[in-house]
């Protein structure tokens, strides 16, 4: 190495770096590093000869799974890009990609187009492949990731996500392509696969007078294990999960008022048969509270639910509420006392459940009626205090009770002194 103190330059030869994963940008599973014939540092740039890069996992013997071999890396530290001439992308020191001109941001860019680090991939249904990843910065408040996975012995598969930001919401779109598989067995089906997701939340639409938030959700694709033999997993996608959801919500309130539809769809795709398939549509919530000083509060509630799952099996409910809840009031002997009553009225006809009378449509009418009393006790002192709180409940249910041991309802402390105390 020789430095210029005056210039503030240093030129070197035999250059082997190892970069600190936190500051670069990195997992700690993962070792950046660098080698090179010769470096010349300046002020704005640092320019090497004859470099390799990676950021794969060192091990001792062994190439790294990928890295990028250049004639001249330049990192300009101005516009924190770093420039590779003539660069070879090499998997397993095998040659795969050439680059005339190529450059990606530095880490400490968090924003910016360009090209992300590839990843390695290998498996027994579709060989060895690699992906590298191209960042696209649109504009300040839109970008997209457009990720092909190369395979050596299979179509490409072509991945893109597109995310945009609103002033009170967010849009995700995520997609894929491949035209399938070469060779076709009893496991690699003939015929294109491809998917589709797409998230929109659109949260906090506030007035003077009220506020509500919209969500939409699409997830579909076209073969029912593509998803495990790409291995994809993204923001939206995990190759993993089995189950895809549609659905749209809506939640509106104002003062005491509230108001909440949604529309599911829900598919099995370990499912062969049309059972794969449920349906929740709709799923309808409103009601109004109250209040009033003598009697206390007095909060109304409809439910209205349309399900069907397993094909021929449904489920049609419209359930009406009223709960009332009057004021504690204090005993002279310390004892908190209150008095609280239900009344709800249940319409429902089902076909081939369990849990409900199938047939025609039925009307049940319940009732419960509970008194509370609690003892609140404080003990204080210099450096501790300790509250202790006896509790009473008596809980009358007159009418028809459903069996609910086959649900996950359970008892427990959170909802021991409730009034509804499974929401069944």
Not at 258 to 281: H, M, P, Q
Request: glycine residues 6%; proline residues 4%; contains cysteine.
């Amino acid at each position: 190495i020789h430095v210029d103190t005056k210039k503030k330059e240093m030129v070197g030869s035999g250059i082997s770096v190892v970069l600190d994963q936190k500051n670069f940008g990195t997992s700690e599973k993962t070792d950046p590093r660098f080698v090179a014939n010769n470096v010349f540092v300046t002020k704005n740039k640092t320019t090497l000869s004859k470099g390799v890069f990676t950021v794969c996992h060192k091990e001792e013997d062994k190439c790294p799974p990928w890295s990028i071999k250049a004639k001249e890396i330049v990192h300009d530290k101005i516009k924190k890009n770093i420039y590779y001439k003539n660069a070879v992308l090499k998997i397993y020191d095998f040659p795969i990609f050439y680059f005339p001109r190529f450059f990606h941001p530095d880490p400490t860019i968090k924003r910016q187009s360009g090209f992300l680090f590839p990843t390695f991939t290998n498996s027994t249904t579709l060989g060895s492949g690699f992906t590298l990843p191209y960042y696209w910065a649109m504009s300040k408040d839109k970008d997209l990731t457009f990720s092909p996975k190369y395979y050596t012995n299979e179509n490409p598969l072509l991945l893109n996500e597109y995310r945009q930001a609103f002033a009170n919401g967010f849009l995700t779109i995520d997609t894929g392509y491949t035209e399938g598989f070469k060779n076709t067995s009893a496991t690699k089906t003939t015929g294109s696969q491809s998917h589709i997701f797409a998230d929109l939340m659109i949260d906090d639409i506030k007035s003077d007078s009220y506020e509500s938030n919209f969500s939409f959700k699409v997830q579909q694709t076209s073969n029912d294990t593509y998803f495990r033999k790409h291995s994809i997993n993204t923001t939206l996608v995990d190759s993993g999960n089995t189950n895809l959801t549609n659905e749209i919500k809506y939640n509106y309130r104002r003062d005491n008022a509230f108001f909440n539809i949604t529309g599911s769809i829900y598919e099995n795709l370990r499912e062969k048969t049309n059972a794969r398939y449920e349906y929740v549509l709709p799923n309808l919530v409103m009601g109004k509270t109250f209040f009033t000083e003598k009697l206390g509060t007095f909060a109304v509630q409809t439910d209205a639910m349309y399900n069907n799952y397993d094909t021929n099996k449904y489920k049609a409910l419209i359930t009406n509420e009223l709960t009332w809840s009057p004021s504690s009031y204090i005993t002279q002997n310390g004892f908190v006392n209150s008095v609280e009553g239900m009344l709800r009225n249940s319409n429902y006809k089902t076909k081939k459940t369990n849990e409900y009378k199938d047939g025609n449509t039925t009307n049940e009418l319940h009732g419960v009626l509970a008194y509370k009393s609690s003892l609140p006790m404080k003990k204080g002192g210099i450096n501790f205090t300790n509250l202790f709180s006896p509790n009473l409940m008596i809980r009358y249910a007159p009418g028809h009770m459903r069996d609910l041991s086959n649900k996950s309802a359970s008892l427990k402390y959170t909802n021991l002194y409730s009034l509804n105390k499974t929401s069944e």
